[in-house]
């Protein structure tokens, strides 16, 4: 069974700090992809990241970057300079399969950015 | 502008009332989900669809029906014998089965109190 794990349930940073959030995943699939999503005050969900089980590349977007391990089966998040902007709850999911649409969700963490 | 439309914002039902959120999209998509969010927790899979005139249960499914008449629009009825509906409830929709580009895109939402 697949199951995503984000262990920090709250993370309280300063602004201008660098923060990273946790998401480690399980699965018996070889083919599945993992995502991030933020979800603002205002309750919508927005998709940041997606990364397929082949693609081992690390990313960087802007502030954003994403560590991807599949040895660890860990897909972090590192916000560089948080600002308050970034104050939100972090979602990381899975969907399993080359026909995978249905996704499993981490329970969230929620970031907060002090001014 | 393409996007996925929620309505109402707001709903408030009497116990023992059936009522119906409606889920709007002009992106193409093929696949359509409802998702069901309390405070605190990730995001859980009601129903999903993946192509017209047909649809899945997902992982808690019981006391909710849907149908996928057409391919922009994707109701979810709560009924009388959904126990405790009171939750933010979201809409996504994604391009197609199989594909690769498989991230969800999620609506506003509609936050469900039962009074």
């Known amino acids: 069974a697949q199951k995503v794990t984000q262990a920090q349930t709250e993370i309280s940073v300063v602004e201008k700090e660098d923060v990273t959030l946790d998401c480690v995943y399980e699965?018996?699939?070889?083919?599945?992809?993992l995502f991030w999503y933020k979800q603002p005050p205002s309750g919508e969900l927005v998709f940041l990241i997606r990364r397929n089980s082949f693609d081992e590349q690390n990313e960087i977007s802007g502030r954003y970057s994403w560590n991807f391990q599949k040895s660890t089966s860990s897909f972090n998040f590192t916000i560089t300079a948080s600002q308050v902007v970034d104050s939100a709850v972090y979602f990381c999911?899975?969907?399993?399969?080359?026909?995978?649409?249905?996704?499993?969700f981490g329970a969230g963490t929620i970031l907060r950015v002090k001014s | 502008d393409g996007g996925i439309t929620q309505s109402p914002k707001y709903l408030f039902r009497k116990e023992g009332q059936n009522v119906t959120l409606s889920c709007e999209q002009n992106?193409?998509?093929?696949?359509m989900y409802w998702y069901r969010q309390d405070p605190g927790q990730g995001l859980r899979l009601i129903y999903y669809s993946q192509i017209v005139n047909d649809f899945q249960k997902g992982d808690i499914a019981e006391g909710y029906s849907v149908s996928r008449e057409k391919k922009e629009s994707f109701p979810l009825t709560v009924t009388s014998a959904q126990k405790n509906p009171t939750a933010f409830y979201l809409c996504?929709?994604?391009?197609?089965?199989?594909?690769?580009?498989?991230?969800?895109?999620f609506g506003p939402g509609t936050r469900l109190t039962v009074l």
């Open positions: 999911a899975l969907s399993e399969g080359s026909y995978g649409n249905k996704l499993v």
């Open positions: 699965t018996r699939d070889t083919t599945y992809y």
């Open positions: 996504a929709s994604s391009i197609a089965p199989g594909s690769s580009y498989n991230e969800q895109f």
């Open positions: 992106l193409n998509h093929d696949a």
